[in-house]
């Protein structure tokens, strides 16, 4: 059964249209990349895979399930801009992590913490933006989850620390479960991706393995893609 599947998915504010008609299917044990220019739709459809909106028609459908109090168990979902209360230190942020969600593994998210050198007792406030992303991620692939969805998760932060930051995407999630990356850095996260969706106007133009798109076009998924959405 397909961890994340859309049949018909419509969703629209008043008469602007963000998505129409979308099918697709994930299956577990897969990193997909989500991607497409501005406006096209992406964060609307992680939003709808998150229960934060509702759809206008059609559906989507989480573990075979519409998006409920049950799916936002196995969901894990960081989105675009930070919300972690800034007053909060670290240590709070994992306390409520561990309340909040039972699956949250503490002693994976502090290993990381570590190995980046954040410092438990600092606030959020203290913190450089692209160090709040990073704790953000961090809290966020700790828990075991079977649908990640992570919307502009290395948009912040230097090129070393991408490297570090996907690395800890393939190493913290299970083969029953997979991921979603809605990105615009697409050279960045190739190397880590199963599949692609490309997505334009609402409308979803392609859904391809990686090695599919190597193998019949001759091309990187990047180089691709500038194919398709040149300006």
């Not at 675009?80 to 306390?95: A, C, G, I, K, P």
């Not at 913290?172 to 997979?178: H, I, L, M, V």
Request: charged share 25%.
């Amino acid at each position: 059964m397909p961890i994340l599947e859309c049949n018909g998915l419509t969703k629209s504010y008043g008469h602007a249209l963000a998505l129409s008609g979308v099918n697709l299917a994930i299956e577990p044990g897969r990193i997909v990349g989500l991607l497409g220019p501005n406006g096209s739709g992406k964060t609307t459809l992680i939003k709808l895979a998150n229960g934060l909106l509702t759809p206008t028609a059609g559906e989507i459908l989480i573990d075979g399930m519409a998006p409920c109090k049950e799916t936002k168990k196995i969901v894990s979902y960081l989105p675009e801009r930070t919300y972690l209360s800034t007053w909060m230190n670290v240590t709070q942020l994992l306390d409520f992590f561990c309340d909040f969600y039972p699956d949250f593994r503490r002693d994976v998210a502090q290993e990381m913490l570590q190995r980046l050198g954040i410092n438990e007792r600092q606030r959020i406030k203290q913190m450089s933006k692209g160090t709040r992303e990073k704790v953000q991620l961090i809290l966020v692939m700790s828990r075991s989850a079977r649908l990640y969805l992570l919307d502009e998760p290395i948009g912040g932060v230097d090129p070393a620390t991408r490297d570090y930051i996907l690395s800890t995407i393939i190493s913290n999630y299970s083969p029953d479960a997979a991921v979603i990356i809605s990105t615009h850095l697409i050279a960045d996260v190739e190397q880590v991706l199963d599949e692609v969706i490309f997505i334009n106007q609402g409308q979803v133009i392609l859904q391809s393995s990686v090695d599919d798109i190597r193998e019949k076009n001759g091309k990187t998924v990047d180089a691709l893609f500038r194919e398709v959405f040149r300006c």
